[in-house]
């Protein structure tokens, strides 16, 4: 396994969990917490320090690697 599948990996798990946590926002009476990733820290897949670069290498690697956006 290659380093850019495991962080194709890594990085879809964390946008998964950031949509989960976003329709938890939108539905009523619903409220999930995200998980931390680090411990002792309060980062959590919905920080921005996680969440924009999981973002980014999502939209990278469908773009490079399989074509999609062009």
Same mark, same amino acid.
């Given at each position: 396994m290659s380093y850019i599948e495991i962080a194709f990996i890594f990085t879809a798990a964390m946008l998964v969990m950031v949509l989960v946590r976003i329709l938890s926002?939108?539905?009523p009476g619903s409220n999930v917490t $995200?998980?931390?990733?680090i411990p002792f820290t309060n980062i959590n897949p919905g920080n921005a320090l996680i969440f924009y670069p999981s973002m980014l290498f999502q939209i990278w690697f469908w773009?490079?690697? $399989?074509?999609?956006?062009?």
């Open positions: 926002i939108m539905l $995200l998980p931390i990733i773009t490079e690697k $399989l074509g999609v956006f062009l």
